[in-house]
């Protein structure tokens, strides 16, 4: 990986409404007479990396599923600049899973595939989709069957497929949990440099140090609820929660 | 629809298996295209099939063997007029061991009773062909209702003849058959003719023109072409002609009067 | 046109008159394709989850022959189980020819292969993803298929259906082993040709639409189960 | 048993003769199954991925139904289509009843639902494990579908596979529509019930080995192809 | 999770010709022509953790699946107490893969099948089954379909499964990836008493803190091949080899 990645050249300019700021209230989901989710109020602003932390199967993943529209709440709204995450507001966003999901294709197929659901010329995309190979690391890899990566180049391969979708938002669930040290700076510099640009950044990590590094702001999510929302240094100097404090104190969080 | 341009002009034949699966039309057919140039498309089926086919319109011209529903066909107008064409005749087959003892027989409904009696197995084709009605009136003959064995001795095969000839073979079951089919037929097991020659047991085929006036797009001058040929003198020498095996299958019996009234 | 709305009327009648006839008709086609596909399913299924996740030489060819016997024609099938089981043929001392042991057998026969193939690329891509794990869990090669049947359970089921529907459409075969023997070996499908053949097409048609009914209620019956059992849920 | 090796050394007999009506009876099967393979899938498989994608009300009443008709008797088939093209049908006027394109509709039809069912389940299956993403990548649903069939490529080689068997091996609706006319309609199966009809077991037979042949080629070819692409390599 | 992990009853008792130390020799993997492993030569002795580090595509999953028997090696030997990895020996060792791979049942299905894999009876499987479930700290979501879990619940009902084997050697492919600290921590502490109890350890992790807290060698992997294989004390003061150097300081390793 370049120790300076490449600023991506970009491609349409972004039009349209603001999506930001994001206002969640009330937010619920249940399943199955279970509550997963909530109730959980929620201000995103711009201009800032949101991380967003908790235990497992607090409902991290789950709450950016919801912001991302891709399962409907069992109440409360999410309205992102005024509107719900439809279609239309799907599409200024990118998601990145916590499992890869790759096409049974070639690296560089699985990124020409996200760049030709965005307008550009045959040119433009080709040259993005060298500027993604080489931001990833995967050039070497570019002709290689997707499913056949490595862990981390699977994960490596499944950022620089949402960077080519150029959104103004891009959650991020866990994406860098199998790269290796320097690999996980260098992504660690590409969102910072994709929010310099303008997206706003929605990390989820266990990785303390790593939250510490990008965050402007905490939100910490312990079963389904919100027991903080802070910015960065007020979060890992003084945790306001109990749970917040056992978490990062390595305890179990009860 | 009269043929596309270019196209070979051809009529369809609504017959039955059994003329087809004695290999007469293969022998007869050339030599009618080649004097008129009229293709003859033969689509073989059970009498009342091509019959329910004809009425559809789904033909040019019949010739099947059921008397009295060629007549009625033609007198509810859905043929123009029914000319004899030929005949053949039915045989009693069976086992060479004769469980029934019908061997020889002169009399088709006497070797029906003694099959009745005897409950050896008979493979009726039970479908309502011409061959199967013409079976039901030798059961009707003989005092026997086998429909009451049905499933016991008396199988109603619900096929066609190739198809009830193939079962009786494998059961060693008696059946009736017309012997055009039967001399055809290579699956014979252990079958043999037991009862032949009696009157009763007279096959004769009509050919009908399907009526334009019901249905237009009937090739009514090829059609027609055909059925003089197939009455006339031509036709009738290559029907007495056809062999199979060594044995005349077909005898001709056209006659030059239509033998129902014309309808318009 | 009127030949339809006659068989709707004769299905309508057909089925409500409590036909005995009709009613020995349906269970025999029930149970010689129930029988069948019991046959063709557990002998089938397990072939093909062998297929699966064997690697020998010459599977590829095998594989093409399976794949190849999905088209074997029915007619050719039932002629030769009707030599196998003919008085004249190997098995003729059993005497089973024309009778509704034959016509399991044959439609066996025929589905078999069709289960065989469908459920090898089923159970194949499921392998794909579990493979290394169980060989990891040293499973035996049963345990491994059984898992693998029961993890691809929804799709088998298809696959199952796809083979009874073949089975009870099934004509060729059976008209030729069974006979079409009133009262003995008749099923739906050599009913209805029967009737075409005499021309009773409206007659034909309506038990056809009795045929598709049935075929109906097994497979809601199958789609009731699977909601039932909630096995989406695991998905 | 006889039979058996006549069939055998007739089939190699027909064969190497190059006999041209036996070579004419070949092409109008391939064409006519190939055809009716061909607009099975360009119909069954955007409709198997539309209602693998789709949820609606209604849907698995639709799916009950779409799985029951791979059960639709080809001899029922036959006759529906019969009646739309007799000339006493609302098609009739086509002039179709009788022609090779008459079996390519009736087989089409017959396989249309079977190819549709199957690559429903394909197709479901897969998007258990895309669907999300694709939603997040907002494809459109002809994008979704699209890319869906790419990704289950092999196994939906499979299911077509599983319709050119039933379409090639079929002879219940072809007679019925096509009427076995020689030298217009004559395929490998008519041919086939012909000589059975007539007893002539071993030639029957023997065709049907001239049959089986032509369906290995046909997978053999398209196992060639798979091999070839390095399709498995992807999977 | 429970801060002391109950230890676990085992199973039955453990038969056999030991199984360490191993001995990999000229190791070599290669596929479509392609080098990705090799040549390597390895010891690994009993009471040892032995931590498997080293760059994305580095090569530890397949080293890891090559000595579990998982693929051949195109040429070498590898050697379990004298024995190559089939069954006998791939029997009495257990894997948690890089990503889990669940079975479509509840979570306590999932360890019932891996306990019915050994000798035991019903009651003694099913005490166990609970203290795994306890261990994973899975116990409320007993009931719950595997494949719905979060991430991180995924991941632990995977070693949950592995150590229901009762192996003799654990080989753990990055298991802690999508843990949270506590959870981390618990593992850690869970994979100790393993040891502690024979369990021989060898454990793939981009964690240098984690490596530190259980390693007692670290055996680091670059581009298919060892570059060094030291106790771990040596390894964190003064890595000998440049690339582990780079890696540890987060630098891209060439
Ligand atoms: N469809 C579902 N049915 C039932 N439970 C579910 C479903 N989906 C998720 N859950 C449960 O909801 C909880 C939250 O899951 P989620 O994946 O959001 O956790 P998470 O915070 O991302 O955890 P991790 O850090 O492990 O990724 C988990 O306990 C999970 O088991
Ligand atoms: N079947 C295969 N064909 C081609 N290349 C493969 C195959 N399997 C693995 N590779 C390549 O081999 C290399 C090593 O893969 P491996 O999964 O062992 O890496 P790793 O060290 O575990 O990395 P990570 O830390 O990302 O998990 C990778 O570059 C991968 O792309
Ligand atoms: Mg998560
Ligand atoms: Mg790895």
């Known amino acids: ?254 | 629809a009269p043929a596309t341009a270019g196209e070979k002009p051809f009529i369809i034949l609504q017959s039955t298996t059994s003329t087809a699966n004695s290999g007469l039309y293969d022998a007869i057919l050339p030599k009618f295209t080649e004097r008129t140039g009229i293709e003859v498309r033969v689509v073989a089926v059970g009498t009342g099939q091509a019959i329910k086919n004809a009425r559809n319109g789904d033909g040019d011209v019949l010739l099947v063997h059921d008397r009295a529903a060629e007549e009625r066909f033609v007198a509810e107008g859905w043929g123009v007029a029914r000319f004899d064409v030929m005949y053949n005749d039915f045989v009693i087959v069976g086992p060479r061991s004769d469980p029934a003892g019908i061997r020889g027989l002169k009399s088709a409904s006497a070797a029906f009773a003694r099959i009745a009696e005897a409950k050896a197995p008979f493979a009726s084709r039970g479908d309502n062909s011409g061959t199967h009605k013409k079976e039901l009136r030798l059961w009707k003959a003989a005092h026997v209702d086998p429909i009451a064995a049905s499933g016991r001795w008396y199988r109603e095969t619900g096929s066609g003849m190739g198809a009830t000839l193939n079962a009786a073979s494998a059961m060693n079951a008696y059946a009736l058959t017309d012997r055009g089919t039967w001399i055809a037929f290579a699956n014979r097991g252990d079958l043999a003719i037991l009862v032949e020659g009696d009157p009763a047991l007279f096959n004769p085929y009509g050919v009908i023109l399907v009526n334009p006036a019901r249905h237009p797009h009937v090739k009514r001058r090829e059609g027609q072409a055909f059925i003089d040929w197939i009455t006339g003198p031509e036709g009738q020498a290559a029907i007495a002609a056809y062999r199979l095996k060594g044995h005349q299958l077909f005898f001709p019996n056209a006659r030059r009067e239509a033998k129902a009234r014309e309808r318009k | ?235």
């Open chain 1, 1 to 254: 990986m370049p120790e300076a990645a490449p600023s991506l050249p970009l491609s349409a300019d972004r039009a349209g409404a603001p999506l930001l700021p994001a206002r969640i209230g009330g937010l619920v989901f249940e399943t199955a007479g279970m509550r997963l989710l909530g109730p959980l109020d929620l201000d995103l602003g711009p201009g800032t990396v949101t991380v967003l932390m908790g235990p497992n199967g607090a409902g991290k993943s789950l709450l950016l599923r919801l912001l991302h529209g891709l399962v409907p709440p069992t109440s409360g709204t999410i309205l992102w600049g005024g509107a719900p995450p439809t279609e239309p507001v799907r599409r200024r966003q990118a998601m990145v899973f916590q499992s890869p999901v790759l096409l049974r294709r070639s690296v560089a197929g699985n990124i020409a595939f996200a760049l030709s659901l965005r307008p550009g010329s045959r040119v433009a995309h080709a040259r993005r989709l060298d500027a993604l190979l080489d931001m990833a690391d995967l050039t070497p890899l570019a002709h290689m069957p997707a499913r056949r990566l490595s862990g981390g180049e699977q994960q490596r391969l499944a950022l620089a497929r949402a960077l080519a979708l150029d959104p103004e938002v891009l959650l991020l669930d866990e994406p860098t949990a199998s790269l290796d040290p320097a690999a996980t700076l260098a992504i660690e510099r590409i969102v910072r440099q994709a929010h310099d640009r303008g997206t706003k950044i929605v990390f989820v990590t266990h990785d303390i140090g790593q939250a510490g590094r990008l965050a402007d702001e905490v939100v910490f999510l312990h079963r389904g609820r919100i027991t903080e929302h802070t910015p960065a240094d007020a979060f890992f100097d003084r945790p306001a929660s109990r749970e917040a404090r056992d978490y990062l104190a390595g305890r179990i969080v009860l």
């Open chain 3, 1 to 235: 046109m009127q030949d339809f709305a006659e068989a709707f009327r004769l299905a309508a009648r057909l089925v409500l008159s409590g036909d005995p006839t009709l009613m020995e008709i349906i269970a025999l086609s029930l149970r010689v394709s129930l029988s069948a596909l019991a046959i063709a399913v557990l002998v089938g299924l397990p072939a093909g989850a062998f297929l699966a996740i064997a690697r020998f030489a010459g599977r590829n060819a095998l594989l093409v022959v399976l794949n190849a016997l999905m088209g074997l024609p029915p007619v050719v099938l039932g002629l030769l189980v009707y030599l196998a089981l003919s008085r004249a043929g190997p098995l003729g001392a059993l005497g089973l020819l024309y009778t509704p042991t034959a016509m399991i057998i044959a439609q066996s026969l025929l589905i078999t292969p069709i289960i065989a193939a469908l459920s090898r690329q089923v159970i194949e891509d499921l392998d794909r993803e579990y493979g290394e794990q169980f060989r990891s869990l040293c499973l035996s090669p049963y345990r491994r298929i059984a898992v693998l049947v029961r993890e691809g359970r929804l799709a088998l089921t298809t696959v199952a259906l796809a083979g009874f529907g073949r089975a009870i459409a099934e004509v060729g075969a059976v008209i030729i082993v069974g006979g079409n023997i009133a009262h003995v070996t008749r099923v739906m499908t050599t009913a209805i040709a029967l009737e075409t053949a005499k021309g009773e097409l409206a007659l034909a048609l309506a038990l056809g639409l009795v045929l598709m009914t049935i075929a109906l209620l097994v497979n809601g019956a199958v789609m009731a189960i699977r909601l039932g059992t909630g096995d989406e849920r695991h998905a």
